[in-house]
């Protein structure tokens, strides 16, 4: 298992509970950090996931104000992240973090790491794909957030109107006969 | 008016919304009560969205079945966990939307084949509600795949029944995914069309429908927001998570009291209406009238003729998948509701083998990136996946007819909501398999003619027996003895009591029953304001 | 890519537009790109409530009218978007549902920009098409194509040139804070190239100068010469010798419409209507203050969330909106229509 002793340490499986509260600058800058790096990991972003950064700072809000409030697995995601970062360096640290781990069972996130991982990173990669990510696997030559033709919908993206003369899918062309 | 309100309406889904809407439209004083045994669950709400998103929890999930709610007992298994959903707004809170008529054929199933029902009128006088039915719904459907008045659909190469009046929306576009199977579909003389889906213009092809955050697909919850914050009708009451436990008839015609359980109490209580409407869904409407048992109606209201709950029926659905090496269009799912579809084999030729309603999947091809990315896959192993082998798959509804021994009837004990048990019995007819498996080779033929494999062992499905479109357990008859209510959907015997639900309808054919329903119910409200208080 | 011209009364009266244009290039600080950019938000959004009305006014809103002018007014808030996230940028926050900046109706339009022209909220109509026309109209005779050559004109596009003249001269340090990516701004700026790309496709969209009818690369045309078909009942034929439009193509539906009457200054008051249509006014009222509210809060906060909810206010607007336009003031005096007030 990767990490140190805090990454090690043990912990229930279910969501750690807290109060709901306002994220610090600090707190939303290092979340938002982790967030970039999925981006930097997949190279599937640009302009450094600035473009999904509205979607992202409105799921932040969404699990932090009310219950049950992500706050602290928050708080321990970047504990955890710090600890792998004093000891990998910081691309290290994330690949290790993304790629080495795995999906983890519900019943088996015993430790902060898995917790940061499950809670935190699984979470945040979901979301990254919604908000636009999805794109560059699926169009890959183009450049998915500055050209608005780059037609391609994804469960969960908001696509836009139906009625749009930009069409939010990929539609079907007739073969010309 | 002697008793406490002119309606009683039990159950708030879609069809018991629209009944209270339209009778306020016309009378918005009108007493009416409204009983709903599920709770309220927030709809557009931004954290229920994304926990829907990211962790695919639905908000309503606690509003479903459990396991155990509805012992089978039959032959075949019968699973209705995820079939409905116990709540404000009813199961149109969880459906996909899509709305097709039924064809003129199915209104004759028993003349045509000698099997399952016959409605008590045609599909011409059903033909108006359902273009009000598309208005309230606001289908988006292809007016140009319509047949013509007199020429049956399947002569003119047409998906859909003839219709007086175009869709209110246009048809969802086919995607750039559906090209291969609209392309075998031609050369195999099988009619590509559009399927027809209940969504306002508010769409914004988020992909989330069974939670939409723009309120973009039709519920009936959107009805009863409507209802209960409109300061004109004053005396609309609801009464949400309060489950009626029994009907009482003060003489044999005339059923005028409800008892039901007090939210705040726990205690028992009545009420009394000049008409009672179960709008119940096809699971409760038996049971209620079941448990009301009393001198003047010793098997339950309705059941002297031993029928109620009887014929149930859903839809057996088929699938047929293939799989191709390669993906290097990349694509995934985009909508998240087929967009491509065909009645062709849901004819009267196909009526005695079991007509099927043809789809193709949303949900392929599909992958799922961030699933990938979570598995700890890096950039290019995911860009390997995204472009790698294809599945596809067709599937089908096949319509199923009643059979008397299929019934649904009271089970042990109650549910955590307080209503009874249900007690499923039922079984698939023995030439069923033999029908479904010729269903299943005219579906491996597109997948075949597409150029996907189709691994016969994994891939040719019929899938288990489910409660998504049951029907047919009170369902309407010309007398007594073949139905339990009326074409008006009056409970037979009785002078005030109504079933509104797909419990009345003698058949299901191939294709969901929603929109059908509501032409019903239209029908219902139409036939409740024409007569005397 | 629709293109919008630039009118000749407008290039005649634009230093009038905005005493901003007079201010000298070397002194263009953030304060004046402050400004700048939030008088560009006040522009493209004091059109919207008139093409609203329009649009809502036809009766069947899937007829290709009803389409064009749905598809100006979502690239006029495209327009207002990105002015938002440019402005959010430089660390301003956009002034949406500020009173001063929410224009009265009739009215012209902000800033000076087409001081001819009385921009009214009434249901479509030849008279709505004149003025909807003088907006779009392009310019006759030579057109700047910089603003270097456009010394002593100054047109929308020369406006926004001199915004992103003042960005690439200050290259002011750019933050993503709170600005907003949708289906309705798609473009987030963080760079300098990400700002010269929004500006291009607003002023190639919308306020460009480039002499033809057709939008480059596409066979669309221009939302001037639309309205033009709408106007004349006939598509567009061609040129004449001289170069100029012509009407002569197949014949254009004038669609069917609610006569939704000029809505008078200041809006329908409590006195004049009766119960059942101030509910309906009043409610639209509400709507509107409630969707300016929820823009405004997007901006505030960077958070999506009101702007999926100010997407749905808009569709319960037009619902309020059509609701009212269905109703008569009276014999010969026309439907009632949405006041589009801040309360």
Redesign the interface.
């Given at each position: 298992m990767i990490g140190g002793e805090v990454c090690k340490q043990q912990l229930a499986s279910q969501l750690l509970p807290a109060e709901p509260r306002e994220l610090t600058r600090a707190e939303i800058d290092g979340l938002w950090r982790i967030f970039v790096a999925i981006g930097t990991m997949w190279q599937n972003t640009v302009h450094d996931s600035a473009g999904l950064k509205s979607s992202w700072l409105e799921f932040l809000t969404s699990k932090t104000r009310i219950q049950p409030s992500y706050v602290a697995e928050y708080v321990n995601a970047l504990e955890v992240v710090e600890e792998l970062i004093k000891i990998y360096k910081e691309t290290e640290a994330f690949e290790k973090l993304f790629l080495d781990n795995g999906i983890i069972p519900a019943d088996s996130l015993d430790t902060r790491l898995a917790h940061a991982k499950h809670f935190v990173v699984d979470e945040f990669i979901r979301v990254q794909i919604v908000a636009g990510g999805f794109k560059n696997f699926i169009r890959p030559q183009q450049n998915p957030e500055i050209r608005p033709d780059n037609i391609v919908n994804y469960n969960g993206f908001i696509a836009g109107s139906r009625f749009n003369r930009i069409k939010p899918v990929r539609p079907y062309e007739e073969p010309s006969k | 008016m002697s008793n406490d309100y002119a309606y009683i309406i039990v159950g708030s889904g879609v069809a018991g919304s629209t009944i209270a809407t339209k009778l306020l439209e016309k009378d918005p004083g009108a007493p009416i009560l409204m009983l709903e045994a599920g709770p309220q669950i927030p709809m557009?709400d931004?954290?229920y969205w994304?926990d829907y998103?990211?962790?695919n929890r639905k908000p309503y999930d606690q509003c479903e079945d459990r396991d155990g709610d509805n012992p089978s007992v039959g032959m075949t298994p019968w699973h209705s966990t995820g079939s409905r959903t116990m709540m404000y707004g009813g199961s149109t809170v969880h459906w996909g939307g899509w709305s097709m008529r039924f064809k003129p054929e199915d209104f004759y199933l028993k003349s045509n084949t000698g099997r399952g029902g016959d409605w008590p009128y045609n599909y011409d006088t059903l033909e108006p509600y359902y273009c009000r039915a598309e208005e309230y719904l606001s289908v988006c459907g292809d007016d140009k795949d319509s047949a013509t008045r007199g020429i049956p659909a399947s002569a003119k190469n047409k998906n859909d029944p003839w219709r007086s009046k175009p869709y209110p929306?246009?048809p969802?576009?086919?995607?750039?995914?559906?090209?291969e199977m609209?392309?075998a579909f031609k050369t195999l003389g099988i009619t590509p069309g559009r399927m027809p889906l209940a969504r306002?213009?508010?769409?914004?092809?988020?992909?989330?429908c069974k939670y939409c955050?723009?309120?973009a697909r039709f519920a009936g919850s959107y009805i009863l927001d409507d209802l209960l914050s409109e300061p004109k009708y004053t005396n609309l009451t609801f009464i949400g998570v309060a489950p009626v436990t029994r009907l009482v008839a003060e003489s044999k015609s005339r059923i005028h009291t409800v008892e039901y359980i007090d939210p705040t109490t726990g205690e028992t209580k009545t009420a009394s209406g000049d008409r009672i409407i179960l709008c119940t869904g096809a699971y409760e409407a038996p049971k209620l009238l079941m448990l009301s048992v009393s001198p003047y109606w010793e098997n339950g209201i309705g059941n002297d003729y031993d029928l109620v709950g009887r014929f149930a029926i859903s839809h057996p659905f088929l699938s047929v998948a293939g799989t191709k090496d390669k993906n290097e269009e990349?694509?995934?799912?985009?909508?998240?509701f087929p967009t491509l579809m065909s009645r062709t084999y849901d004819t009267e030729e196909y009526q005695q083998n079991g007509k099927i309603f043809l789809m193709k999947s949303a949900m392929f091809p599909n992958?799922d990136?961030?699933?990938h990315?979570?598995?700890?896959?890096?950039?290019h192993e995911?860009?390997r996946i995204?472009t790698g082998p294809r599945q596809v798959q067709l599937s089908a509804f096949m319509e199923e007819m009643g059979q008397y021994d299929n019934r649904f009837s009271l089970g042990e004990g109650t549910t955590r909501w307080g209503l009874p048990r249900t007690k499923i019995r039922f079984a698939h007819p023995p030439d069923f398999r033999k029908r479904a498996e010729k269903n299943l080779d005219l579906m491996e033929e597109v997948i075949r003619k597409m150029g996907y494999t189709v691994d016969k062992n994994n891939d040719k499905v019929i899938g288990e027996q489910d409660g998504h479109h049951t029907s047919s357990t009170c369902r309407m008859g010309k007398d007594p003895t073949e139905g339990v209510v009326d074409a008006n959907l009056k409970v037979f015997g009785t002078d005030n009591l109504y079933v509104c639900s797909n419990a009345v309808h003698p058949t299901c054919a191939a294709v969901n029953p929603t929109l059908t329903l509501v032409a019903v119910t239209l029908k219902l409200t139409d036939h409740l304001l024409a007569q005397k208080p | 890519m629709n293109k919008k011209k630039q009118s000749l009364a407008e290039m005649h009266h634009l230093e009038r537009m905005h005493p901003l244009l007079e201010h000298p290039v070397e002194q263009r600080d953030l304060t004046w790109l402050e400004h700048a950019l939030q008088s560009a938000v006040s522009v493209e959004f004091s059109t919207i409530p008139p093409y609203l009305s329009a649009l809502w006014s036809i009766k069947d809103q899937m007829h290709p009218v009803a389409a064009s002018i749905r598809n100006v007014v979502q690239e006029e808030m495209l327009h207002m978007a990105l002015a938002c996230n440019m402005l959010t940028a430089i660390g301003c926050v956009p002034k949406i549902n500020d009173p001063k900046m929410v224009p009265s109706y009739p009215g012209p339009i902000p800033g000076g920009v087409h001081p001819e022209l009385i921009v009214s909220l009434s249901g479509l109509s030849d008279a709505s098409l004149d003025v909807f026309i003088a907006i779009e109209a392009p310019s006759e005779g030579e057109c700047p194509k910089t603003p270097e050559q456009g010394k002593g004109y100054k047109t929308i596009g020369a406006f926004y040139h001199a915004i992103l003249g003042t960005f690439q001269t200050l290259k002011p340090e750019l933050s993503t804070e709170r600005q907003v990516s949708g289906p309705l701004a798609y473009m987030v700026m963080e760079d300098l190239p990400a700002v010269e790309a929004a500006i291009a496709l607003i002023v190639d969209q919308g306020e460009g100068s480039e002499a033809s009818p057709e939008v480059e690369h596409t066979r669309e045309l221009a939302h001037y010469y639309r309205f033009l078909e709408v106007k004349h009942r006939k598509r567009y034929s061609g040129v004449d010798k001289k170069g100029r439009a012509v009407f002569e193509g197949e014949p254009v539906e004038f669609p069917a419409a609610w006569p939704m009457a000029v809505v008078p200054p200041g809006g329908y008051l409590r006195a004049d209507v009766s119960d059942d249509v101030w509910e309906l006014i009043n409610g639209c009222d509400q709507t509107f203050t409630q969707l300016l509210d929820r823009l405004q809060a997007v901006w505030e906060n960077g958070d999506q969330a009101p702007f999926v909810h100010a997407i749905e206010t808009m569709f319960g607007l037009s619902k309020q909106a059509r609701s009212l336009m269905g109703i008569e003031i009276g014999k010969g005096f026309g439907n009632y229509g949405p006041c589009f007030r801040l309360l």
């Amino acid at each position: 298992m990767i990490g140190g002793e805090v990454c090690k340490q043990q912990l229930a499986s279910q969501l750690l509970p807290a109060e709901p509260r306002e994220l610090t600058r600090a707190e939303i800058d290092g979340l938002w950090r982790i967030f970039v790096a999925i981006g930097t990991m997949w190279q599937n972003t640009v302009h450094d996931s600035a473009g999904l950064k509205s979607s992202w700072l409105e799921f932040l809000t969404s699990k932090t104000r009310i219950q049950p409030s992500y706050v602290a697995e928050y708080v321990n995601a970047l504990e955890v992240v710090e600890e792998l970062i004093k000891i990998y360096k910081e691309t290290e640290a994330f690949e290790k973090l993304f790629l080495d781990n795995g999906i983890i069972p519900a019943d088996s996130l015993d430790t902060r790491l898995a917790h940061a991982k499950h809670f935190v990173v699984d979470e945040f990669i979901r979301v990254q794909i919604v908000a636009g990510g999805f794109k560059n696997f699926i169009r890959p030559q183009q450049n998915p957030e500055i050209r608005p033709d780059n037609i391609v919908n994804y469960n969960g993206f908001i696509a836009g109107s139906r009625f749009n003369r930009i069409k939010p899918v990929r539609p079907y062309e007739e073969p010309s006969k | 008016m002697s008793n406490d309100y002119a309606y009683i309406i039990v159950g708030s889904g879609v069809a018991g919304s629209t009944i209270a809407t339209k009778l306020l439209e016309k009378d918005p004083g009108a007493p009416i009560l409204m009983l709903e045994a599920g709770p309220q669950i927030p709809m557009k709400d931004r954290r229920y969205w994304w926990d829907y998103v990211v962790n695919n929890r639905k908000p309503y999930d606690q509003c479903e079945d459990r396991d155990g709610d509805n012992p089978s007992v039959g032959m075949t298994p019968w699973h209705s966990t995820g079939s409905r959903t116990m709540m404000y707004g009813g199961s149109t809170v969880h459906w996909g939307g899509w709305s097709m008529r039924f064809k003129p054929e199915d209104f004759y199933l028993k003349s045509n084949t000698g099997r399952g029902g016959d409605w008590p009128y045609n599909y011409d006088t059903l033909e108006p509600y359902y273009c009000r039915a598309e208005e309230y719904l606001s289908v988006c459907g292809d007016d140009k795949d319509s047949a013509t008045r007199g020429i049956p659909a399947s002569a003119k190469n047409k998906n859909d029944p003839w219709r007086s009046k175009p869709y209110p929306l246009p048809p969802y576009p086919w995607t750039e995914s559906d090209g291969e199977m609209i392309e075998a579909f031609k050369t195999l003389g099988i009619t590509p069309g559009r399927m027809p889906l209940a969504r306002y213009r508010k769409c914004m092809a988020t992909g989330t429908c069974k939670y939409c955050p723009f309120g973009a697909r039709f519920a009936g919850s959107y009805i009863l927001d409507d209802l209960l914050s409109e300061p004109k009708y004053t005396n609309l009451t609801f009464i949400g998570v309060a489950p009626v436990t029994r009907l009482v008839a003060e003489s044999k015609s005339r059923i005028h009291t409800v008892e039901y359980i007090d939210p705040t109490t726990g205690e028992t209580k009545t009420a009394s209406g000049d008409r009672i409407i179960l709008c119940t869904g096809a699971y409760e409407a038996p049971k209620l009238l079941m448990l009301s048992v009393s001198p003047y109606w010793e098997n339950g209201i309705g059941n002297d003729y031993d029928l109620v709950g009887r014929f149930a029926i859903s839809h057996p659905f088929l699938s047929v998948a293939g799989t191709k090496d390669k993906n290097e269009e990349r694509w995934i799912q985009e909508f998240d509701f087929p967009t491509l579809m065909s009645r062709t084999y849901d004819t009267e030729e196909y009526q005695q083998n079991g007509k099927i309603f043809l789809m193709k999947s949303a949900m392929f091809p599909n992958v799922d990136i961030a699933k990938h990315m979570i598995a700890g896959k890096d950039r290019h192993e995911i860009d390997r996946i995204v472009t790698g082998p294809r599945q596809v798959q067709l599937s089908a509804f096949m319509e199923e007819m009643g059979q008397y021994d299929n019934r649904f009837s009271l089970g042990e004990g109650t549910t955590r909501w307080g209503l009874p048990r249900t007690k499923i019995r039922f079984a698939h007819p023995p030439d069923f398999r033999k029908r479904a498996e010729k269903n299943l080779d005219l579906m491996e033929e597109v997948i075949r003619k597409m150029g996907y494999t189709v691994d016969k062992n994994n891939d040719k499905v019929i899938g288990e027996q489910d409660g998504h479109h049951t029907s047919s357990t009170c369902r309407m008859g010309k007398d007594p003895t073949e139905g339990v209510v009326d074409a008006n959907l009056k409970v037979f015997g009785t002078d005030n009591l109504y079933v509104c639900s797909n419990a009345v309808h003698p058949t299901c054919a191939a294709v969901n029953p929603t929109l059908t329903l509501v032409a019903v119910t239209l029908k219902l409200t139409d036939h409740l304001l024409a007569q005397k208080p | 890519m629709n293109k919008k011209k630039q009118s000749l009364a407008e290039m005649h009266h634009l230093e009038r537009m905005h005493p901003l244009l007079e201010h000298p290039v070397e002194q263009r600080d953030l304060t004046w790109l402050e400004h700048a950019l939030q008088s560009a938000v006040s522009v493209e959004f004091s059109t919207i409530p008139p093409y609203l009305s329009a649009l809502w006014s036809i009766k069947d809103q899937m007829h290709p009218v009803a389409a064009s002018i749905r598809n100006v007014v979502q690239e006029e808030m495209l327009h207002m978007a990105l002015a938002c996230n440019m402005l959010t940028a430089i660390g301003c926050v956009p002034k949406i549902n500020d009173p001063k900046m929410v224009p009265s109706y009739p009215g012209p339009i902000p800033g000076g920009v087409h001081p001819e022209l009385i921009v009214s909220l009434s249901g479509l109509s030849d008279a709505s098409l004149d003025v909807f026309i003088a907006i779009e109209a392009p310019s006759e005779g030579e057109c700047p194509k910089t603003p270097e050559q456009g010394k002593g004109y100054k047109t929308i596009g020369a406006f926004y040139h001199a915004i992103l003249g003042t960005f690439q001269t200050l290259k002011p340090e750019l933050s993503t804070e709170r600005q907003v990516s949708g289906p309705l701004a798609y473009m987030v700026m963080e760079d300098l190239p990400a700002v010269e790309a929004a500006i291009a496709l607003i002023v190639d969209q919308g306020e460009g100068s480039e002499a033809s009818p057709e939008v480059e690369h596409t066979r669309e045309l221009a939302h001037y010469y639309r309205f033009l078909e709408v106007k004349h009942r006939k598509r567009y034929s061609g040129v004449d010798k001289k170069g100029r439009a012509v009407f002569e193509g197949e014949p254009v539906e004038f669609p069917a419409a609610w006569p939704m009457a000029v809505v008078p200054p200041g809006g329908y008051l409590r006195a004049d209507v009766s119960d059942d249509v101030w509910e309906l006014i009043n409610g639209c009222d509400q709507t509107f203050t409630q969707l300016l509210d929820r823009l405004q809060a997007v901006w505030e906060n960077g958070d999506q969330a009101p702007f999926v909810h100010a997407i749905e206010t808009m569709f319960g607007l037009s619902k309020q909106a059509r609701s009212l336009m269905g109703i008569e003031i009276g014999k010969g005096f026309g439907n009632y229509g949405p006041c589009f007030r801040l309360l």
